[in-house]
């Protein structure tokens, strides 16, 4: 159904959005398409949407001619409602399907979203880019542009769940959803707005490559005529040297140092980000066109900084340890590598490997990532160097390798399990602790030297460690070699215990139980414990009827046990308690009950025929016949 009123709302708008789009850009107009596309010529996203703040992330891919834009728009309270009605006008001259009618709905919503990068893709991303010396006005700029499949946009609040003055739609209009509702455009709850990269997608915006992909002079220029309040990232691919020589926001063409400021960047792997803060007021908007320029260059610095090892830096012939069976992967965090060299640019490693096939660099969160090749262990000799090219003068020469290996057989284990690790010969006499680990939780460390031969410990699972799988994670250090840390899957998992369960007593040893006045009912009591921290659900069954009706009180617990089923039959009686874990783990006892006679010879025969007749537990009519019952023969005897 939903999927039908989608449908019919997308033909809908196809049909009216090249006219109906017109009304929310001041300075544009939307053409109408010659195909089945809505036409967005000439409008931006600002014409669409009235927002407070934006943030946009424009990553330039390593082609130099595509890249991947992220952008999210906060839109609050009077401007929340400027852009419910706008998209809600989308629909004018359709009013029976919902369509302008001064409510949006969650049909309308849904039929925009799909709409919406058949749209996007006509729009103007007013970025644009050109080599050569720096650039101002109307040059023949490269811009970028939008591509359709690439984009995928999201919301979150658009239509508020729950909103006071929300109503149900799903009849009111033709071919609507079972699930319509809408509210008034009125509504100024606040609400986002983002345009993402769709999954399986690359990018969703391209230009023409530059010729030189970024080995020479060019400028990025920004048209931010109507940008409120924003925020923009631009990251280019890591290019030696590229930097920024100069940048300026121009207003009507004058420069205006007064309404936002840019800033560089450098990420630990080498890119170069832009960071453009803006902000202009919307009453100048008719009367200012506001462009932003900078300039960007891979010309050598006059003055830079050489970057240098630190005192906290890995000393000559440290080994670095790593699995090589990985392939290529961060090995050790930014937290330490951090504090390896300084640079004022940033700085990254620069390795120069003895063995074909192997790499050393730092990714954008600045950890080092090793990529290994094809032999056992490598070894390095590095340098750190800086975005500009500066490279320290002294050079360390580093050992790269899998220090140990670790084994043990896959199943299921109770308390403990044997590993074994043997040492490569990569580095001598290491000390290693190994744990069970499942999610966050470690278990006990059980410890072990290696000196050239493998060694094997009793790994103790403990009571931390739930039923289920685990991984082994360990920590090995040594002379010459940085501490190593890590986990590994040996397919282990735990088994279950069966939780304990006992039962009160009696100081005669036999099973406690109190008896209801009328006999009909007994409670029991006792307590349980699990060993593995899981769920336990206690039960009992009584002449081939089983009851839940018990009273957890935390590791406690107290039944009343009803022997009406027991009708027809003669005590004492047979009671099983159970208590079982979420694992299926269960244990189990047995208890025999039996009433007491009561004094006036009422013997449980009797008990059970006037049961079987209730059927249920004895009523107040049944009790009254019982001691009706009773009178008569005691007057009887008495007589």
């Known amino acids: 159904m939903r999927n039908m009123a989608v449908a019919s709302l997308l033909t809908l708008l196809l049909l009216v959005c090249p006219i109906a789009l017109s009304f929310t850009s001041a300075d544009s107009s939307a053409r109408q398409a010659d195909d089945d596309d809505p036409n967005c010529e000439g409008l931006t996203f600002e014409d669409l949407f009235v927002y407070d703040y934006a943030t946009f992330d424009i990553q330039i891919l390593p082609d130099w001619a595509t890249s991947e834009i992220i952008a999210n728009s906060w839109v609050n309270e009077s401007n929340a409602a400027t852009v419910r009605d706008n998209l809600d006008g989308l629909l004018e001259g359709f009013e029976a399907n919902g369509g302008n009618n001064d409510w949006l709905s969650t049909d309308e919503r849904e039929g925009i979203k799909a709409l919406g990068p058949s749209c996007i893709k006509d729009m103007d991303t007013r970025m644009g880019l050109k080599e050569g010396v720096p650039h101002r006005g109307e040059a023949a700029w490269n811009d970028f542009e939008f591509i359709e499949e690439g984009i995928e946009l999201k919301e979150e609040n658009l239509i508020p769940q729950g909103h006071i003055d929300e109503r149900d739609c799903s009849t009111r209009y033709i071919g609507a959803s079972s699930d319509c509702r809408e509210i008034p455009v009125g509504a100024t709850d606040n609400l986002e707005i983002a345009m993402e990269l769709s999954e399986n997608e690359t990018n969703n915006a391209r230009f023409n490559q530059l010729p030189n992909k970024g080995q020479s002079n060019f400028t990025l220029a920004f048209n931010a005529s109507n940008v409120s309040a924003a925020q923009l990232v631009f990251s280019f691919p890591a290019v030696q040297g590229l930097r920024i ?198 278990g006990q460390a059980a410890g072990l030297s290696l000196s050239s031969t493998a060694a094997s410990t009793d790994m103790t699972l403990g009571a931390v460690i739930l039923p289920g799988d685990f991984k082994i994670s360990f920590s090995a250090s040594a002379n010459g070699m940085l501490d190593w840390e890590g986990e590994i899957d040996l397919g282990m998992s735990k088994l279950g215990q069966a939780p304990t369960l006992e039962i009160n007593t009696e100081l005669g040893g036999g099973p406690q139980v109190t008896w209801s006045a009328d006999k009909f009912s007994f409670t029991i009591s006792g307590n349980y414990y699990d060993i593995d921290r899981e769920d336990v659900t206690l039960s009992a069954t009584i002449c081939g009827q089983e009851t839940k009706n018990f009273l957890d009180l935390g590791q406690e617990w107290e039944a009343e046990i009803s022997t009406a089923v027991c009708s027809g039959t003669t005590p004492p009686w047979i009671v099983n308690v159970t208590a079982e874990d979420a694992g299926g783990m269960s244990t189990s006892f047995e208890i025999e009950v039996s009433p007491e006679v009561i004094e006036s010879g009422l013997d449980s025969d009797l008990i059970a025929e006037n049961v079987e007749e209730e059927g249920l537990l004895p009523s107040l009519s049944m009790f009254a016949t019982i001691i009706a019952s009773l009178s008569v023969a005691l007057l009887k005897k008495r007589d």
């Open 245 to 442: 020589t100069d940048g300026e926001f121009r207003d009507n063409g004058v420069v205006n140092t007064e309404v936002g400021s840019i800033t560089e960047n450098y990420l630990a792997d080498g890119r170069l980000q832009i960071i453009i803060d803006t902000e202009f007021d919307r009453s100048q908007w008719a009367s200012i066109e506001r462009h932003i320029f900078v300039d960007l260059t891979t010309e050598a610095p006059v003055n830079n900084d050489i970057p240098v090892w630190s005192a906290t830096a890995p000393a000559q012939d440290t080994i670095i340890p790593m699995f090589t069976d990985k392939g290529e992967y961060a090995i050790v965090g930014n937290d330490v590598v951090s504090t390896w060299a300084t640079d004022d640019n940033g700085w990254s490693f620069n390795c120069s490997f003895e063995e074909d096939g192997w790499s050393a660099s730092r990714n954008s969160a600045g950890a080092m990532v090793v990529s290994p090749g094809s032999s056992e262990s490598g070894t390095a000799s590095c340098t750190v160097i800086d975005p500009l090219g500066a490279e320290s003068e002294e050079a360390k020469t580093l050992r790269f390798g899998m220090p140990a290996t670790f084994s043990g057989e896959s199943g299921s284990y109770s308390d403990s399990v044997e590993i074994t690790v043997t040492p490569t010969l990569l580095v001598q006499n290491i000390a290693v602790d190994v744990y069970a680990k499942q999610g966050s939780v470690l």
